[in-house]
């Protein structure tokens, strides 16, 4: 089970840092990826981090400016987003899965979403 959560609303050029919380031993063994989805638009890959935390990937829109991490001795994902624009406004999810990459149909488990809003 996993738990997105630090969503909020803040002005463009902004930060704030989401946070995914997962339950179950095994957490340590799955990639992490961080998705969003705007009004009316498809989800969309924003990061994603190997089970190790070594290898971390990111979409081009938001590369530079957000940064994935894990702590997995407290089962926990973060993802740190900086510069925001109004533009990655959108419902953010967390996803784990053992071979996640970029789609979110390689993904297993979900978080319900967190909300981040940037104004203008």
């Known amino acids: 089970q996993l738990q997105a959560s630090g969503g909020g609303l803040v002005q463009a050029g902004g930060s704030l840092r989401l946070s995914c919380a997962a339950s179950g031993r095994t957490f340590s063994s799955y990639a992490v990826g961080w998705f969003r989805q705007a009004p009316g638009k498809e989800r969309e890959f924003v990061a994603r981090i190997s089970w190790s935390g070594r290898t971390t990937y990111y979409a081009d829109s938001v590369k530079g400016r957000f940064t994935i991490s894990r702590d997995n001795a407290k089962n926990m994902v973060y993802l740190q987003m900086n510069s925001l624009k109004p533009e990655d406004t959108a419902v953010y999810y967390c996803?784990?899965?053992?071979?996640?990459?970029?789609?979110?149909?390689?993904?297993?488990?979900w978080g319900q979403g967190t909300q981040v809003t940037v104004s203008s």
């Open positions: 996803a784990a899965g053992t071979a996640g990459w970029t789609r979110p149909d390689e993904y297993d488990y």
